[in-house]
C-alpha cells in the first residue's frame, strides 16, 4: 500500500492524520478545508472560525496567517518557480479562439501510426502498436520531455517525484505480463507470487502519521490495523471507526460477487456484474462512510484518502470508485524509485526507441480522411502549423483536449467529454539543507499530515542508497503533497503567483516539523490543473464512457481517463487496448467493442 492509505491504498494518499470535523465535509469545498484546520492549534481555529463568521473566501481564508505558524512571507528565504504544463493553446482550441489553417499540404510520409500524447500511456501505445508489427510509429507529446505526469527533477543529489510515486504489484496477466516484459517480476515464486526486483520494492517504513504533533507509524499494509491505530492518542470511538474503515477496505481487495468474478478488477469490465456490486456506484463514497456509521475523523481520513487518490472530495466519487481503487491498489510493498514512475516512462520510452518521439508539438486537430488520419500539429516555441498524416492514430491525451482536437466527435453525438471532470494537484519540491528529524518516529517514505493546503510529503531520496545508509544529515527533497480537493480552486491557479502557494507550502510543513524552515533552500511548485479524472456516481459502469472512447473511423482512443481512473495499470492497459484497436483497423479485422 502506500504511504497513502495504510490498508486499502492506492499508490498515493494518505494515512489517518486528521484532526477535523469532516462532518462539514459534505456541505462544500470551504467547508472541508475550513474544518481541516480547525484542528491545527487553538489560534488558528479562532482566526479561521472569525473568518468564517465573516464570509471570507476560501481564497482569502487560505492566504490569512495561521495562527502559531510564522508567516512564511515574512521569512521567506528561499527561492524557487511555478512550473506548469502548457496549457496557452489549449485553452485557446477549447474557447474556439484558435485558428488552424484547414489547407495544410502534409509533410513527410504516411505513416504506419501517430500516437499523441507522451504520457505512459502514449508510450504503451505506441510500443504496443511496433510489437503488432507497424514500423513507422511516431509519438507527438505538446510538453519538452517525455512521460506526461510521470515526471521528475532533480536537486540536493537525489532524484525527486513531480507527480506520481509508485506502482503496485500486478495482481491481474495483464500487468503481470508488462512487468516481466519491462524486467520488474523477475520470476514466480513457488506459491504463485511475482517475484519483484528487489532493488526497486522500498525498504519502509512506508508511512508515518501527525496526531497532536507527533508522528506514529501508520497501519501496515496487509497487517491487522488495529495495532498501529491502538497506539495513537485518539478517542474510543475514533479508534473503532478506524479499525472498522482500514478492515472494510482490506476485506473488499478479496470480495467476490454472486457471480463468482473478483468484485472489482480493472478495467471495471472485468470485475462483477452483481448488481449489489454495481450499485455502489449509485452512492458516493460520503454516503457509503455515513451508512456505516463512521465518525468525523474517520470521514475526513475517506476524504483525504479520495482527494488524493482518485482526485475528488468524497461527496463527489462513487463508492464504487472509492472501493475498487483502493482494494486493488493493496498488494504489498510498492515498487518505487526515486522520481516517482518517472523510471517506468524511461524504460518504456526505450522500448518504443526515443527517436520516435517528437516533443513541443501539440495536436491541435484530427480527423478521418478516407484510408488515413490526418492530424494537425502546432510547433510550441514557433505557433508553426504543420500536418502529418497516418493509417490510423491512437490519441493518448486527456479527453477534456482530445474532444477538442477531433470534430467528428460531436458529430457523432460523441460529446461525453464535455462532462469529464478533473481533480487539480500541486506538488511542491522543497529543497531542505538536511532531511528533517520527527518527533515520535523516524521519517518514512510518506508522511502524512493534515496543513491548510499539503497533505503530507514524501522525502525523495526513498529506496536509494543514501536512504539506507541512512545518513539523518543529509540533504534531500521534500515532495508536498497537495491535492487541492476543496481547499483552493482550480481558477486560483491561473491568478496567484508562486509566492502564494509556496508561502502556504511553507508554513504548512513548519507546522508539521517545526523550525525546517531555517534549512529550506529553494520550493518549486509543479501544478497539475486536470490531473485524475473523477469517476462520479454512474461514471465507471454507465455506457457515456465507454461510448466516448470506442474507435472513431481510424482514430483510437487511450489516456487512462478512457479507464475512468488514475492509475499507471489503467494508462499503460488503456494504451494497450486502443493500440489493438488501432491495430485491427488497420489489418482491416473486426474491431474489438
Ligand atoms: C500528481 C499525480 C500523482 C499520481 N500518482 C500516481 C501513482 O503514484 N501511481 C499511479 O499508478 N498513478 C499515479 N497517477 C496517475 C497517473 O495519471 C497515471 O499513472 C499515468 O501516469 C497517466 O498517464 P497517461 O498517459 O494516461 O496521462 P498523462 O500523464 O496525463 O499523459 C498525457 C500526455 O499527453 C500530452 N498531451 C496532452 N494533450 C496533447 C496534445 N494535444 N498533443 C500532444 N500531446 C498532448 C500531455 O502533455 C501528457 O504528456 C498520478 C497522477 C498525478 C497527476
Redesign the pocket.
Known amino acids: 500500500m502506500v504511504a497513502r492509505g495504510p490498508a486499502g491504498g ?3 494518499g494518505t494515512g489517518g492524520a486528521q484532526t477535523g470535523n469532516p462532518g462539514a465535509l459534505p456541505d462544500g469545498a470551504g467547508a472541508r478545508g475550513i474544518t481541516r484546520r480547525l484542528f491545527l492549534n487553538g489560534s488558528l481555529k479562532a482566526t479561521l472560525a472569525a473568518s468564517l463568521a465573516s464570509r471570507l473566501s476560501l481564497g482569502a481564508l487560505l492566504g490569512g496567517q495561521a495562527g502559531g505558524v510564522k508567516p512564511a512571507t515574512a521569512a521567506r528565504r528561499y527561492d524557487g518557480e511555478l512550473i506548469e ?1 502548457s496549457y496557452d493553446i ?1 485553452h485557446r482550441l477549447r474557447d474556439g479562439t484558435l485558428v488552424i489553417p484547414s489547407s495544410l499540404v502534409p509533410e513527410g510520409p504516411l505513416h504506419d501510426a501517430i500516437v ?8 504503451m501505445a505506441a510500443w504496443e502498436l511496433e510489437r503488432g508489427g507497424l514500423s513507422d510509429v511516431v509519438l ?4 519538452d520531455y ?5 515526471r521528475k527533477g532533480h536537486a540536493n543529489g537525489t532524484d525527486y517525484t513531480c ?6 504489484r500486478p495482481k491481474d496477466p495483464f500487468l503481470l505480463k508488462l512487468f516481466q516484459d519491462l524486467g520488474i517480476v523477475q520470476g514466480i515464486a513457488a506459491d504463485g507470487t511475482p517475484r519483484i526486483d528487489p532493488l526497486l520494492v522500498g525498504p519502509g517504513p512506508d508511512n508515518n502519521v501527525l496526531v497532536d504533533g507527533t508522528w506514529y507509524r501508520g497501519p501496515m499494509y496487509g497487517a491487522d490495523p488495529a495495532e498501529a491505530i491502538q497506539r495513537m492518542p485518539l478517542s474510543e470511538r475514533d479508534r473503532k471507526d478506524e479499525i472498522e474503515f482500514y478492515r472494510d477496505m482490506n476485506g473488499w481487495a478479496d470480495k467476490r460477487g454472486r457471480d463468482g468474478r473478483p468484485a472489482f478488477a480493472m478495467p471495471v469490465e472485468e470485475g462483477s456484474r452483481d448488481p449489489g456490486i454495481l450499485e455502489l456506484d449509485r452512492i458516493t463514497m460520503l454516503e457509503y462512510a455515513r451508512r456505516k456509521g463512521w465518525g468525523a475523523y474517520t470521514l475526513s481520513e475517506v476524504d483525504d484518502w479520495s482527494t488524493s487518490d482518485i482526485g475528488g472530495q468524497a461527496s463527489e466519487v462513487s463508492a464504487y470508485a472509492f472501493l475498487s481503487f483502493n482494494s486493488l491498489g493493496q498488494g504489498g510493498e510498492d515498487i518505487t524509485l526515486p522520481g ?2 518517472a523510471w517506468l516512462a524511461g524504460r518504456l520510452t526505450d522500448k518504443v526507441g526515443a527517436d520516435r518521439t517528437r516533443t513541443e ?4 486537430r484530427v480527423e478521418n480522411r478516407g484510408e488515413e488520419v490526418r492530424v494537425t ?1 502546432v510547433d510550441a516555441r514557433t505557433g508553426r502549423f504543420s500536418a502529418r498524416r497516418a493509417r490510423c492514430a491512437v490519441i ?3 479527453k477534456h ?1 482530445t474532444g477538442r ?1 477531433v470534430p467528428e466527435l460531436a458529430a457523432a453525438g460523441r460529446e461525453a467529454y464535455l462532462g469529464y471532470r478533473y481533480g487539480a ?1 500541486l ?1 511542491g519540491a522543497a529543497s531542505v539543507r538536511r532531511t528533517p528529524r520527527l518527533k515520535g518516529a523516524p521519517p518514512a517514505w510518506f508522511n502524512s499530515a493534515d496543513g491548510r493546503l499539503i497533505q503530507g510529503f514524501l522525502i525523495a531520496d526513498y529506496n536509494s542508497d543514501r536512504w539506507r545508509k541512512g545518513d539523518p544529515d543529509r540533504p534531500n527533497v521534500l515532495c508536498l503533497w497537495a491535492p487541492l480537493g476543496g481547499r483552493a480552486t482550480r481558477a486560483d491557479l491561473l491568478v496567484e503567483p508562486w509566492s502564494h502557494w509556496a508561502d502556504l507550502m511553507a508554513d504548512d510543513l513548519e507546522s508539521m516539523v517545526p523550525g525546517i524552515s531555517a534549512d529550506l533552500t529553494r520550493l518549486d511548485v509543479y501544478v ?1 490543473g486536470h ?2 479524472v473523477i469517476p462520479a456516481p454512474g461514471f465507471l459502469t454507465g455506457d457515456a464512457r465507454r461510448g466516448l472512447t470506442r474507435p472513431l473511423g481510424r482514430i483510437t482512443f ?4 478512457r479507464n475512468g481512473m ?6 499503460t492497459r ?2 494497450y487496448d486502443a493500440a489493438r484497436e488501432a491495430l485491427a483497423i488497420v489489418r482491416g479485422l473486426p474491431k474489438s467493442s
Open positions: 492506492g499508490r498515493r504544463e489549449a499523441l500524447g507522451g504520457g505512459v500511456s502514449g508510450l507527438y507529446e505538446k510538453e517525455i512521460g506526461g505526469n510521470a507527480a506520481t510515486w509508485s506502482v503496485v516517482g514512475n508539438l501539440m495536436a491541435v500539429l493518448a491525451c486527456p483536449i482536437m494537484l506538488m497539475w490531473h485524475m487511450a489516456h487512462s481517463d488514475p492509475s499507471f495499470e489503467l494508462a488503456a494504451g
